[in-house]
């Protein structure tokens, strides 16, 4: 499912125009993006949960040349579904 399907499925789940759906479903991102930009965690009772957590620093290899190369430290976005989510997912 790609974003203007989403927007479609909203919009017809909450008998809302797809403009408000897409309104809707941007402020969420911004949002969820704005609270884990400040280093927060966002939560969702049984979707999941959003927070930040830092990369160390490490070497690597460049596969087409076989020679070593820096990787930079780095925050990346972890998700980890809710038990709702799971079990929706797992049949359960």
Known sequence: ?????????IAADAGISKGAAKKALESFVE???GALNKGG??????????SVSN??????????TGDSIS???????KF???????????GK
Do not use: C, T, W, Y
């Open 55 to 64: 990369r160390a620093a490490r070497e690597g290899r460049n596969p087409q």
């Open 41 to 50: 965690r966002v939560s969702l009772v049984g979707f999941g949960s959003f």
């Open 71 to 77: 990787i930079a430290a780095k925050n990346v976005v």
């Open 80 to 90: 980890k579904p809710g038990a709702e989510l799971d079990a929706h997912v797992n």
């Open 31 to 33: 949002h969820v993006s």
């Open 1 to 9: 499912m790609n974003k203007s399907e989403l927007i479609d499925a």
